[in-house]
């Protein structure tokens, strides 16, 4: 089955929102401990800044990139290749985010990728966790709030004459 233009278009925008959520949240990260570091070691800011947050950044890219590639992958070997039955946050994807982003990154800061990938795979579970334990309460809150909406429309057609 061939996807429509706008479908492959669609499912990019959603590929590249979802690594600039991540890479973003990285840069600020890495923003605020290279401030944190300057100001601790009473140099000037603007360098050290400028450093952890491309570091950041960098590392968030090699990881996430290789995250979203491992789960088209796990999904395609699944036979879920269907937009509708894709989940996203596999905790298989994130591990092999980590590993193979961990070994990039680890390869090109320190010339040790098996030391990166044992860094950064914790950490891409860690992320893994976050996100499921995020979805289950926007799934819980939606709930909520169509319970919510649903009794005051209930309310609200008993006090009319």
Known sequence: MEKSAYETIKFFDE???????????????????????????????????????????????????????????????????????????????????????GSIVGFLYIHRPITGALFFSPIMLGVNLIERKMVDYKGKRIELLKTLENDRSFERRDKSP
């Open 15 to 101: 590929l590249t929102d979802y690594l600039f959520d991540r890479i973003s949240l990285a840069a600020v990260s890495g923003a605020a401990i290279g401030i944190s570091s300057a100001t601790l070691k009473g140099i000037p800011v603007f360098r050290p800044t400028i450093q952890a947050t491309a570091s950041s950044a960098l590392a968030a890219t090699a990881c996430f990139g290789a995250e979203r590639a491992a789960n088209a992958l796990v999904h395609f070997y699944d036979g879920n290749v269907e937009g509708s039955e894709r989940k996203s946050g596999d905790y298989r994807s994130h591990l092999a985010g980590g590993i193979i982003g």
